[in-house]
């Protein structure tokens, strides 16, 4: 098969498209032929060797955690897929080895769900490891009916869809930091924006009134927007992070290091197909332009998802 490989870490250009053998797939593993994968942030930090503390790396290496595909083969312990069925998936095992950058991926089953019926391969491939990640957070920060939330980095591969996955949670009213040009999109999205940076307390108090506080705050990008985050709500433990769990702990605060889900992606999948959650993908390339995929996204302004397809 066609794949994406890195034989060692570095900068994009250590990106390679080659053929390599097909992966094995196990008992309960499902064989998926991939359309699309999604582009993470996590995916460039792995290239950079920024995990080796956390999960084992072996070399030649195949990056990417999300899939959207279609089945070819099923396990035989498999009993929720079978061939044909279109699947997304957050591909992430207990090594980073065998991603999703390539024409085939062997899944566990438990990293999978059936792909939302009206979305398409692009758009699905953009929601397991965001959505999953939102998702997570604003469950370990109690987010609610009728929660007033404050999502850091709203406009961001997370941010745009915790701000949706929030209301569909219950919560009443959702603030987004973003530059000014983004504010109308995060309209669009259902949030009310306000301008990141200093002040940022002083412009969350404007729009909130009372107390000047929010029930919930999500971080997705960590420094100030981390350090700032215990003074924007009313109880410490109710605000997390995805970037920083040294320092969230020491102010009180959760951290989440997102973790497959099954029934938790169905959930957001029927969100999609209910109408009440959207995957903004800013930009598609194909497998092969993987490199400009990666420097786009660590340049770190994308709207929404970055996504790479396979013909």
Avoid: C
Avoid at 254 to 263: E, I, K, L, N, T
């Amino acid at each position: 098969m066609k794949a994406v490989v890195i034989n060692e870490f570095g900068e994009a250009d250590v990106l390679s498209p080659q053929t390599v053998e097909d992966p094995v797939v196990g008992p309960d593993a499902v064989l998926v032929e991939v359309r699309a994968a999604g582009v993470n942030p996590v995916d460039w930090k792995i290239r950079r060797g920024y995990l080796q503390g956390a999960l084992p790396h072996h070399f030649p290496l195949i990056p990417g955690w999300d899939v959207a595909g279609v089945v070819r083969a099923a396990g035989p312990a498999v009993t929720d897929y079978r061939e044909g069925d279109e699947v997304v998936g957050y591909v992430r095992k207990d090594h980073v080895q065998n991603g999703s950058y390539a024409e085939l991926v062997a899944a566990p089953d438990r990293t999978l769900a059936h792909k939302p019926a009206t979305s398409g391969f692009a758009e699905a491939a953009g929601l397991p490891l965001a959505g999953l990640t939102a998702l997570q957070l604003l469950r370990a920060v109690r987010v609610g009916d009728g929660a007033v939330v404050l999502v850091h980095a709203a406009a961001g591969g997370v941010g745009h869809l915790a701000v949706q996955i929030a209301h569909a949670l219950g919560a009443s009213r959702v603030i987004g930091t973003a530059s000014p040009a983004n504010h109308d999109f995060l309209r669009q999205l259902g949030a009310e924006p306000v301008t990141y940076g200093d002040g940022l307390a002083d412009r969350v108090a404007g729009l909130v009134g009372g107390d000047g506080k929010v029930d919930a705050a999500l971080d997705f990008i960590g420094g100030q927007a981390l350090t700032d985050s215990p003074g924007l709500v009313r109880d410490a433990a109710r605000h997390g992070t995805v970037v920083d769990a040294q320092t969230a702990g020491k102010q009180g605060g959760q951290y989440v290091f997102v973790r497959p889900d099954s029934a938790g992606l169905a959930w957001l999948g029927r969100l999609m197909d209910e109408g009440k959650l959207t995957v903004e993908v800013q930009r598609t390339y194909p497998l092969k332009q993987a490199a400009d995929a990666h420097r786009l996204v660590e340049d770190g302004h994308v709207r929404g998802k970055v996504v790479l397809t396979v013909d």
